[in-house]
């Protein structure tokens, strides 16, 4: 399947996807068939039900990426490449690890606790494939 030139762009290809099937089925009330999920990331056990969206700790991480992005760019911090960025993401998280645990409510030390995590098991992936600079290869 071809995609055709449109105002928003030039000609692409569609990227051909397959439909992975485990052969496991289980079927609802309504009759409808779904795979199983055994086996599958449950993003949707993260979000504590009884915790409100703005005090949800992934609502909060969000807000303070937002707040970076305004300070240094979207997406700035997907530009480390090297272990000893990797190893500033790391010290930040544990510095505000200590923060947390000592009750500073300064900054939602919390938040960058998570941030700095996902920055820092990133960039460790990126070193790992030796693709930085480079975030096609990573699709």
Not at 72 to 86: I, L
Not at 116 to 138: C, F, H, K, Q, Y
Request: charged share 30%.
């Amino acid at each position: 399947m071809t995609a055709t030139a449109t105002a928003a762009g030039p000609e692409t290809a569609a990227r051909d996807y397959e439909t992975k099937d485990s052969g496991s089925r289980r079927v609802t009330a309504s009759g409808m068939q779904r795979e199983v999920k055994t086996g599958q990331p449950r993003f949707d056990l993260l979000v504590p039900l009884q915790v409100p969206y703005q005090d949800q700790l992934l609502t909060r991480t969000a807000a303070l990426v937002e707040r970076g992005a305004r300070k240094y760019d979207s997406r700035d911090w997907e530009q480390a490449s090297t272990a000893a960025e990797m190893e500033e993401f790391r010290a930040s998280a544990f510095r505000h690890f200590m923060q947390w645990m000592c009750g500073e409510d300064d900054e939602d030390h919390a938040a960058a606790v998570v941030f700095n995590l996902l920055a820092a098991e990133s960039t460790r992936t990126v070193i790992a494939r030796g693709d930085a600079g480079t975030p096609e290869a990573a699709r």
